[in-house]
């Protein structure tokens, strides 16, 4: 029976490429690339003949009966430009269309930026939540910061160069000046990673340059059942006209908690 192999290609250095990985790409009978150029380099430092085809953010839909035309009669792999096709990159769609057509859809594990930011952060790695990329709009990052501020968890997001501090300045305002690692082109030549606070890694990274993953020190402080309770309260009294400064002032006082707390949990209403 045809197989589509979802195949991890390396996140930047070359040599983290597997064995298994080599030997599939030269098996099947097409490859399926987030960018055919990309991959090519890849495919050239192994002397990897098989053909390729792109398949990306744009044309996923369009090219997708093509793709599953191919698995009738052959194997197919695919891959992305760096890490594990499907996460944060195409592939969750051309999976699902294969499931229901009886086509075996194997795992060929291998490099992962997310993995390896978490482990060389610093910070919890038991329980964390991945988001992705940040939303490019202001309001858009604050909803979905503000859906995971009470995830005791490390949070996992990646970010571009030119929206770097945007982001950090996001994070800031919504979870408050938490740990932090920012990871700086993994694997590659300038490889770096800054583990400090947000405001720190504000300072730090002043002209961003490269890939960045940022990974996030999880909620300390008040149990989430605190939480809700109080965000019940700000919303009733922000509902009531009650000023944000005379409702923060009140429950701080009730609830022996810092005015900063309550003021990101009145900015996520």
């Known amino acids: 029976m045809p197989t589509l192999y979802i195949v991890a290609t390396p996140i930047g250095n070359l040599d983290d490429i597997s064995l298994r990985a080599l030997r599939t790409l030269r098996e099947v009978k097409l490859i399926a690339a987030e960018d055919t150029r990309y991959t090519r380099r890849l495919l050239n430092a192994y002397d990897i003949k098989t053909s390729a085809t792109s398949y990306h953010e744009r044309n996923k839909r369009t090219k997708l009966d093509y793709i599953l035309q191919r698995l009738e009669s052959e194997d197919v792999a695919l891959v992305s430009d760096a890490g594990m096709p499907g996460i944060s990159?195409?592939?969750y769609e051309l999976v699902v269309a294969a499931n229901p057509r009886?086509?075996?859809v194997v795992p060929i594990p291998g490099p992962s930026v997310i993995i390896a930011a978490l482990v060389v952060s610093g910070l919890p790695t038991d329980r964390f939540t991945y988001i992705g990329f940040l939303p490019h709009r202001p309001g858009g990052r604050r909803l979905?910061?503000?859906s995971v501020a009470n995830e005791p968890g490390t949070i996992v997001a990646l970010e571009s160069p030119h929206r770097l501090l945007d982001?950090?300045?996001e994070v800031l305002l919504v979870l408050?000046?938490?740990r932090i690692a920012v990871c700086r082109e993994l694997t590659k030549i300038y490889e770096e990673v800054f583990r400090g606070t947000i405001n720190q890694a504000?300072?730090?990274f002043s002209e961003p340059r490269g890939e960045f993953t940022l990974v996030i020190e999880g909620r300390k402080g008040?149990?989430?059942?605190l939480t809700d309770a109080i965000e019940k309260r700000l919303r009733k009294m922000r509902l009531g006209g009650i000023p944000a400064k005379e409702a923060i002032a009140q429950i701080a006082a009730e609830e022996s908690l810092p005015k900063k707390e309550l003021y990101r949990i009145w900015i996520k209403l």
């Open 89 to 91: 990159d195409p592939g």
């Open 102 to 104: 009886g086509i075996p």
């Open 144 to 146: 979905l910061l503000g």
């Open 167 to 169: 982001a950090l300045n």
């Open 176 to 178: 408050g000046d938490r």
């Open 202 to 204: 504000i300072a730090h």
């Open 222 to 225: 008040p149990t989430t059942q």
